[in-house]
């Protein structure tokens, strides 16, 4: 017998019998969700690490003077601090880009229309976003020569009525001269830009331009691959029905056996947890 079955506070409660044709069915579907889930993972990751920078910039927006450390911005750890969270958003990117490509040529294969359509996709964010090429190539600056921000800046907005309430914004600004050092390290197309700015680059609004291309990127990868996504979300449903909770597990198990005090099966976890998010992801950004 093949049972479906909740799981809580261990106890397994079966709701359900299916045949072997069914079960090989939901496996696939369940095996499918889950490899889904190992390319949105990092794009889950990616985005962990820009609210982590967005909330550190965040608690640095129009802070009032009285309430103003002035020597911050040449902290040392604060500055480490500024740097780390720059340098985690450009790996995450770096990682979801690499990770978003090898996954695609493997599930379609290398010349498949899939793979052909993400990287156009890709290249066009690079010829029309300078946030998407600069950022890109920024990462190869910090991993060859370490961190190119030396000082946060703070912006005043100052009150004549009241200089006490004069609020105080950060920048991220990085030397433009200094990169221009460094042509191998940012390549043609981007030197090209960077010999056309004679001012500081501020990358807050860069990042944050930088998280539409994200964005569209993977909405393009879940269209891909989405009929047969939500086909398989539909059949796992289907089975489940209203037998998952909050705090409960869905497990389909089979070859059971008790010897003596002794039970053995095999048991298949239902990835309900990663569909939840596959349905949230679909509500929100698609």
């Given at each position: ?61 129009k802070v009032p003077a009285n309430k103003m450390h002035f020597t911050i911005g040449t902290n040392i750890h ?10 985690n958003v450009l790996i995450g990117f770096k990682f979801f880009l690499d990770n978003a490509e090898a996954y ?183």
């Open positions: 017998m093949i049972r479906l079955a909740t799981f809580e506070n261990n106890d397994l409660i079966p709701f359900r019998e299916i045949n072997q044709t069914q079960y090989n069915y939901f496996n696939s579907d369940c095996s499918l969700i889950k490899t889904v889930y190992t390319q949105y993972v990092v794009f889950k990751y990616l985005q962990l690490n820009l609210k982590e920078h967005f909330d550190f910039i965040k608690k640095w927006e604060y500055i480490l601090q500024s740097n780390k969270l720059v340098l695609l040529k493997r599930k379609f294969g290398k010349n498949s229309d899939e793979v052909k359509s993400h990287i156009n996709l890709t290249r066009d964010c690079f010829d029309t976003s300078f946030a998407y090429r600069f950022l890109s190539k920024l990462r190869n600056y910090y991993a060859h020569l370490g961190f190119p921000l030396e000082v946060v800046h703070f912006d005043i907005d100052f009150n004549d009525i009241d200089p006490e309430i004069s609020e105080h914004s950060c920048k991220l600004l990085v030397d433009t001269e200094m990169l221009r050092k460094e042509q191998e390290l940012f390549g043609a197309i981007v030197m090209k830009d960077l010999e056309k700015i004679d001012y500081s680059i501020d990358l807050i609004p860069l990042i944050k331009e930088l998280t539409y291309s994200i964005n569209t990127i993977q909405k393009n990868i879940y269209s891909l691959q989405k009929t047969e996504i939500e086909e398989a979300i539909e059949n796992i449903d289907f089975f489940v029905g209203t037998k998952k909770t909050g705090t409960n597990e869905i497990k389909v198990y089979q070859n059971y056996k008790q010897t003596g005090n002794e039970v053995s099966f095999d048991v298949l976890h239902v990835p309900m947890e990663i569909i939840e998010e596959l349905k949230d992801y679909k509500k929100n950004w698609c």
